[in-house]
């Protein structure tokens, strides 16, 4: 297929089938709900049906929240609609993009979940194994198909893979959940390689599609970047390395010590080398009675010229806020003449039914027909027609959608934290908030912030150039509301570098801290250096003394204002983490 075509590229979408659901999983939904109720279903064995439904509970009692799948960050336009549809019955009326690319609303009392579900289903979008012991939603780079450094589309291969992991017996009732996420160039823009089963495309020896494999990536406790146990692995039998790895982590995964129990903590266990002479057994086997070939015929893309789109300079612009806009909004595809929308999505990815209907019609009006969601929980529109660039804009304006700052530090990633998650310790998002007052103005591309409630890294923390994860530490017996800082994230085509440890801030204090740190780097940043390299590569030692006095909160010098969190309506509780579900 020549994507140079107008033709191809503006009739994408229609050719493109994300229909993953199923109605009889509906069904079997109020099923189970129904023996539940009854009381003939016992409620942890309903619990953990519930979960593979995508159905959690919240910190606050007898609602739910649904988590609606969307592989590979991908939508269309009449999902979007329905989607908007069921976050408008929402008692928030608001929806929230995932570091996972999901959508996920809150607070629905469980009677009425199975009408949504049905509804979701009916536009072709499930909620199945969006949680439990199975693998989760199959995450992609959001420029994959288009972008100007990729081997091959990648994006025809996410959907078989998909298709095949969903609902197959054999990689359900895993030791714990089971993350995979697929990135079209080495540049790793959808993280392989943080995920349980990471792949980059590359091109193999024979000139073909294939992919470069890791397994093991995970951030949380104990994170680290997945081991590369294929080079290039021909993409037609992905497959087979693939279910040679759910099979040896059904059979070696700690099914005892839930914390534990994902594959990161196998490798870590037995070492990289003797998990990797396992695995091979586990790879022969498979070879015996291999899954299916993927004979997609998906082709390697030539090297060709780059171009670049012209940003304008114009008075006009400049006034009118359009050229800020598009200053980082704005991306050139493989296409001359056509470039890639990222529409930055604050508060961890918070939108309202509005602002789904106007993606939807935007996403028909400009470029391919599909919308996709990215790891930054934000939605990028792609191919769309240079000229149309200023009509567009001036839409996502009128939406609510057109702030400018996508990429740069201010585009901050966040979970919703305290706010509804059972493990959340800090109201996560309020923090974003705040931080956006210090660091909107920056241009900085290579700067990010990323921030979760607690340690369990939904907000990425560890990967962020400055990371923070909330923590409760007491302070004259009293609970204090607290952040640890971590500098120095990211990934690269190298794999995943993880954050440095400074120590432990109270909650008020962490936008002040962040103030600090990139007024030192602006500083010491060497001539051909940015503040983001600095912050990257500079030691703790030299780190730690920037904010020393910030870390330091005792009785005698603690204000009753540090007692609150930030954007808090009550003093600190404190409260002890409820069983997650996430982690369930």
């Not at 609602?63 to 979007?80: A, C, D, F, T």
């Not at 789109?309 to 493989?334: H, K, N, Q």
């Not at 919703?416 to 310790?425: D, E, K």
């Not at 600090?516 to 703790?540: I, M, P, Y």
Request: charged residues 25%; aromatic residues 8%; glycine residues 10%.
């Amino acid at each position: 297929m020549d994507l140079d075509s107008d033709l191809d590229l503006d009739g994408a979408a229609a050719a493109y089938d994300n229909d993953y659901s199923k109605l009889s999983d509906v069904d079997e939904f109020i099923a189970r709900t129904e023996d539940y109720a009854a009381g003939r279903l016992p409620a942890d064995a309903y619990r953990a049906y519930r979960l593979t439904r995508g159905v959690y509970g919240q910190r606050q009692d007898d609602v739910y929240m649904l988590r609606i799948k969307m592989p590979g960050g991908i939508v269309l336009p009449r999902q979007l609609r329905t989607v908007a549809e069921v976050v408008d019955r929402a008692p928030e009326r608001l929806g929230h993009i995932t570091t996972r690319e999901n959508i996920q609303i809150h607070h629905f009392p469980l009677p009425e979940v199975a009408g949504w579900m049905h509804k979701l289903a009916q536009a072709g979008l499930t909620m199945t194994e969006a949680c439990g012991n199975a693998v989760r939603n199959i995450t992609q780079d959001p420029y994959a198909g288009l972008a100007p450094d990729e081997a091959f589309d990648t994006t025809p291969y996410l959907q078989e893979i998909v298709r095949f992991f969903l609902r197959n017996p054999r990689a359900q009732g895993l030791p714990r959940k089971f993350k995979i996420a697929l990135s079209a160039s080495a540049a790793d823009r959808g993280y392989a390689a943080i995920h349980d089963i990471g792949l980059v495309a590359v091109r193999g020896e024979d000139g073909k599609p294939a992919f470069r494999m890791m397994v093991g990536g995970g951030l949380a406790s104990m994170p680290r970047s997945g081991l590369v146990v294929h080079e290039a692995w021909p993409a037609r039998d992905i497959l087979t390395p693939m279910l040679a790895v759910i099979d040896f982590f059904q059979e070696h995964g700690n099914r005892k010590i839930r914390s534990k129990a994902r594959i990161k903590h196998v490798l870590r266990k037995m070492g990289d080398g003797a998990f990797a002479a396992k695995y091979q057994e586990y790879l022969q086997n498979v070879l015996k009675d291999p899954p299916p070939a993927l004979d997609l015929h998906v082709p390697m893309w030539p090297q060709r010229e780059a171009w670049h789109y012209a940003r304008p300079t114009d008075d006009l612009a400049r006034a009118s806020g359009f050229a800020s806009w598009a200053a980082t909004a704005v991306r050139e595809t493989r296409v001359p003449g056509r470039v890639f929308v990222t529409v930055r999505i604050d508060r961890g990815g918070e939108v309202s039914g509005d602002h789904l209907r106007a993606l939807a019609d935007l996403t028909e009006r400009y470029g391919e027909g599909k919308l996709h969601f990215t790891p930054q929980q934000n939605a990028v529109l792609r191919a769309v027609k240079v000229e149309d660039l200023p009509a567009l804009w001036r839409a996502l304006r009128a939406a609510g959608l057109g702030q400018a700052g996508a990429g740069t530090m201010a585009d901050i990633t966040s979970c919703p934290g305290i706010s509804t998650c059972n493990l959340g310790i800090t109201f996560s998002r309020n923090l974003a908030d705040a931080l956006i007052e210090i660091v909107g103005a920056r241009p900085d591309t290579d700067l990010n912030v990323k921030i979760s409630g607690c340690h369990n890294a939904c907000g990425q923390h560890h990967i962020g150039t400055i990371g923070f994860y909330g923590a409760l530490r007491r302070v004259g017996g009293r609970p204090a509301p607290h952040y640890r800082v971590l500098v120095g994230g990211g990934v690269d085509p190298s794999g995943a570098a993880f954050g440095r440890d400074l120590g432990l801030i109270p909650a008020r204090r962490a936008p002040e801290a962040v103030r600090r740190l990139l007024a030192w780097a602006d500083a010491h940043k060497a001539a051909d250096q940015s503040a983001g390299q600095l912050l990257r590569t500079a030691e703790v030692d030299l780190l730690q003394p920037v904010i020393a006095d910030l870390l330091d909160l005792d009785e005698a010098r603690a204000t009753e204002l540090e007692f609150w969190d930030i954007g808090a309506t009550e003093p600190f509780l404190g409260e002890a983490a409820r069983e997650g579900e996430c982690a369930a």
